[in-house]
């Protein structure tokens, strides 16, 4: 293993680190005033009600406005929170939710950004670039489907980060199509979306370390089983 390797596998186990610091101090804050919800609502429900959200940034014409764009971004949002929150500290961790908190959390992404494209805040060149790192979760979902020893990869600070980055951006870019184009938001939004852009990227890079990391490590054990 050369000197770069090893940097690399430093850095990485170092962002694990911060991941688990950040998601267990978030999570013993943040439990303490989500106590009020009903055991009986799960982090599931609350996912697929995100994602079911989503879908109605495709609505076409006046059904879809920018008032019902700024309320979906913020519940969804909420719900982004609050779901990984209940399955961790009410140990309601499925194997479903794993796979679908992704999912709704693009979906919830690419439908405002899909919005503002049509309302021209975005341009076709940003919504690619946006896009185009998102696709390779369909690589992962198909190397699953052909060998199962492939493993959803784990969250981690970037990603957190990334989806932070589009969510306050979006955000400012619809507030200000409210307001009837304010300029300091629109050049704050992109300078977010780009940001997010960015670590979007470094994501994938740890994302596809995590999984051809413990790939390997399930195709040897195979082998010494052998």
């Not at 507030?175 to 940001?195: A, E, R």
């Amino acid at each position: 293993m050369n000197g770069l390797t090893r940097f690399f596998y430093r850095l990485f186990g170092i962002i694990r680190k911060i991941t688990l610091a950040e998601m267990r101090v978030r999570d013993d804050f943040l439990i303490r005033y989500l106590n009020f919800i009903p055991h009986s609502i799960k982090p599931n429900h609350l996912t697929a009600v995100r994602l079911a959200m989503s879908g109605l940034f495709f609505i076409p014409g006046r059904l879809m406005n920018s008032w019902i764009a700024l309320f979906l971004l913020v519940i969804g949002g909420l719900t982004d929170i609050v779901d990984g929150v209940l399955a961790r500290k009410r140990d309601q961790i499925t194997t479903l939710g794993c796979v679908l908190d992704p999912i709704a959390d693009k979906a919830l992404a690419l439908g405002a950004i899909w919005y503002l494209f049509w309302q021209g805040l975005i341009s076709s060149r940003i919504l690619m670039h946006i896009i185009l790192p998102e696709l390779v979760l369909f690589i992962y979902v198909v190397w699953y489907l052909f060998d199962r020893r492939v493993k959803h990869p784990e969250p981690n600070i970037i990603a957190r980060l990334k989806f932070t980055s589009y969510v306050f951006a979006l955000i400012l870019l619809v507030v200000s199509l409210l307001l009837g184009w304010v300029t300091w938001m629109n050049y704050l939004g992109w300078g977010l979306i780009i940001f997010g852009v960015i670590l979007s990227w470094i994501s994938q890079i740890l994302y596809a370390h995590d999984v051809i990391s413990d790939f390997r490590a399930q195709v040897n054990i195979g082998s010494k089983a052998s």
